[in-house]
């Protein structure tokens, strides 16, 4: 990894090397503390890792209000929004999805995982993962999905990272030099050197356990998952608080110039295989997913296209 780059691997570390700019404000997190109070079906949160929760609560419910009123600005004042409460044994998910003429599909889900489920998991005393996937009208653009997390473990040790994937379909050369531009920048402006999570994203195909059905992607994005994760700490909370917001602001940025202009049947035929691959991946390619640890209740709602043509 670059020798500028503030991004450090998860390990047991106390999580208050977190907190030297948030203790000063600690007062105005005190409802998400609350919210955020013995959870995930480990143990309680000491007072640190409440305000480390606490904070990351609050992101997420900005992300939230931001991303679903954009998307009613971009339907013209429309979005006929529907929320659901999941709850299971092993976890409990949180989703919300958003209709319309332009944005025709924005699905969120946030999962609170009470107990493992598979090897590839890790007990929690604090963790939540946040996606968010937005399907436009138009097949001049893409689909994302913008995946986050943050954990804290029983041992102390903590980890934050999360995926920014854009599926091509029909989207413009020049459309996806802006948003691996948009990218770029906040690589710059946290001393990060983005190759290694652009390449890992890049060739995600190629190493996927099912290769086939795996999503295919515009190398624009980047991927922080995988070992070893970062650990949470200021500089790494801020980078990827950072370039998560500006990856679905700049899709936004391009649904909002390209939403008027006209597509052809061709470009169609691009979105309607980018749809169907992406309910393929899901179904047998991602991890979670296909395998059941999310269950299927729960991410076709918040995730699969408004569509999927066979």
């Known amino acids: 990894m670059n020798r500028k780059s503030p ?11 977190f907190l030297g700019t948030l203790l000063i404000g600690v007062g105005v997190f005190f409802s998400a503390i609350v919210a955020a109070g013995p959870n995930d079906g480990v143990e309680g949160l000491n007072e640190d890792q409440q305000a480390v929760a606490a904070r990351f609560l ?14 009613r600005d971009l ?16 976890a409990d998910y949180y989703v919300r999805v958003g209709r319309g003429p332009v944005v025709e599909k924005i699905g969120r889900m946030t999962g609170k995982i009470l107990k493992p489920t598979s090897d590839i998991q890790r007990p929690t005393v604090f963790g939540r993962y946040y996606g968010i996937d937005v399907h436009a009208k138009s097949p001049l653009m893409g689909q994302v999905h913008a995946a986050f997390v943050l954990q804290i473990y029983p041992d102390g ?46 060739n995600s195909t ?67 295989a980018m749809r169907r691959n992406w309910f393929e991946d899901q179904v047998f390619g991602d991890p979670y997913s296909s395998s059941g640890i999310t269950p299927y209740e729960v991410w076709s709602h918040a995730f699969l ?6």
């Open 157 to 202: 040790s903590t980890a934050v990272g999360g995926t920014l994937n854009l599926l091509r379909g029909a989207a413009q050369d020049e459309d996806l030099t802006y948003m691996k531009e948009a990218l770029d920048a906040v690589f710059a402006k946290h001393g990060v050197d983005g190759a290694p999570f652009r390449e890992r994203l890049c």
């Open 7 to 17: 991004l450090r691997p998860a390990k047991a570390r106390p999580v208050a090397i």
């Open 206 to 272: 190629e190493l996927a356990p099912n290769e086939k059905f795996h999503r295919k992607l515009a190398c624009v994005g980047a991927t922080f998952f995988g070992y070893p994760m970062m650990s949470v700490t200021e500089e790494n909370y801020l980078f990827m608080t950072d370039i998560y917001e500006t990856f679905i602001d700049a899709y936004m940025d391009t649904l909002e110039r390209r939403k008027d202009q006209p597509y052809t049947d061709e470009d169609l035929a691009a979105q309607d």
């Open 305 to 310: 296209p408004p569509v999927i043509k066979f």
């Open 75 to 90: 339907n013209g004042g429309v979005l006929a929004e529907e929320s659901k409460e999941l709850n299971f044994d092993f």
């Open 58 to 71: 609050t992101f997420l419910s900005d992300m939230d209000a931001k991303f679903f009123e954009r998307a």
